[in-house]
């Protein structure tokens, strides 16, 4: 592009020749779904492969103490995308349909676009649906509320894990595919749209959300995915304790045990389960690195806030469980990157590179946080929390907790920078010293010299719990 055309392209972008001050960040909101803490900057397992995650993280803040809303798809997107927790809202449960319960939530696109912006997304960033009125643009075609574009699977299924019963989801199954990226399409065709927006010139600022399926299941991604992590070098789990379910109450173990690890070991699937799961995230982060590279192409690569984050954690084999859907750590722990430029108008300074944050966080305040960083008013329907503070200083005093919930408002987890408390609705409850067991292994909740620190977790949770109404399954 010639001199002029660089200088008009900018004027065109960020506002012509309004100050700095009154210029509106762009927004690029990157989801990842069931990714754990198995990427290389947060350590969760010594063989994974992420070098666009960690570019991320090293050039923006890294909270490495960040939890989901709830431990499923359903509550945890709609906490995000409407700043309500589940226990405001009433959503607790994946079979809950999001507008019965929410018909008049704003959603965070919407928000941005009912004060300047153009919102857009592609792929899954919601439920199995894209909820059209919240977008002004979307791929796929959003009148079709289907967020899923073309996708390559095997004719013939299962490939690697046969069905045990009704019970089993029927994605819970991996195979290294024989095709490129392209004729992959899913992530790629996800990526290649968010990468032609990214390239294009815009009359607004922009609030552009990426959704990138993998690591959900099923973990079918191009064979040269998987060649990184031969069969035979696989380890285990860092968290997987063969006992480690000997001092967790019944309804924790219940929900544990679901059949699946037992299942998977019982075929000889649990090694190449990790296997596939590690190719899948390494699939992911590629996808990732196409648009990261789009945006540093791009004009709007020093005035763009980036935001990254997973949905939930994932087991696989720790406390005897596969899937998501438990308090425990490894469930509800989740990647969260955020990278501000300079100019923000509410961290004018922006973020500093490699920043690290250790205090626990909560994915609910992402709308407070975001609209805080873009200069718009404040929702006052929402959590009004912003993590703000944190990215200006990562050390910054924070009095907070992260309240993750599950299923039932009276089965939840809370986590502070040190200790994580699991309570169930039958008055059960765990306690760990995360500082000195990051893998949750002693149950601490009935030993009397922590019957302060148990008392003073219990008083974090939340006074007011919604009811769960019944709706129809999306």
Known sequence: MKPFAVILAFFALFGGGLPAAERKPNVLFIAMDDLNDWIGCLGGHPQTKTPNLDRLAASGVLFRNAYCPAASCNPSRTAIFSGLPPHRSGLYRNQQTMREVLPQAELLPRYFSRHGYWSAGSGKLLHYVIDPPSWDDYFPDKAKNDPFPRTFYPKERPVSLPRGGPWQYVETDWAALEVTDEEFGGDWLVTEWICEQLSREHEKPFFLAC???????????????????????????????????????????RIARNRYFEHIKKHGQWKKGIQAYLASIHFADAMLGRVLDALEKSPQRDHTIVVLWSDHGWHLGEKEH???????????????????????????????????????????????????????????????????????????????????????????????????????????????????????????????EHAGKLSEMRTLASDSMAPRPETKAP
């Open 211 to 253: 959704g990138i399926y993998r690591p959900h299941e099923p973990w079918f991604v191009p064979k040269a995915y998987f060649e990184p992590f031969p069969l035979e070098s696989i380890q285990l789990p860092l968290g997987y304790l063969e006992t480690d379910l000997d001092d967790v109450p019944a309804e924790g173990q």
């Open 322 to 448: 596969w899937q998501k859907f438990t308090g425990w750590r490894v469930g509800t722990r989740v990647p969260l990157i955020i990278r501000v430029p300079e100019g923000a108008p509410g961290l004018p300074e922006g973020t500093r590179a490699a920043g690290v944050c250790d205090r626990a966080v909560s994915l609910v305040d992402l709308f407070g946080t975001l609209t805080e960083l873009c200069g718009l008013p404040p929702n006052p329907d929402i959590t009004k929390r912003s993590l703000t503070p944190l990215l200006s200083n990562p050390k910054a005093d924070w009095p907070h907790a992260a309240l993750t919930h599950l299923d039932n408002p009276q089965n939840y987890a809370i986590s502070t920078e040190h200790w994580r408390y699991l309570h169930y609705h039958d008055g059960a409850e765990e306690l760990y010293d995360i500082a000195s067991d990051p893998h949750e292994w002693e149950n601490l909740a009935s030993q009397p």
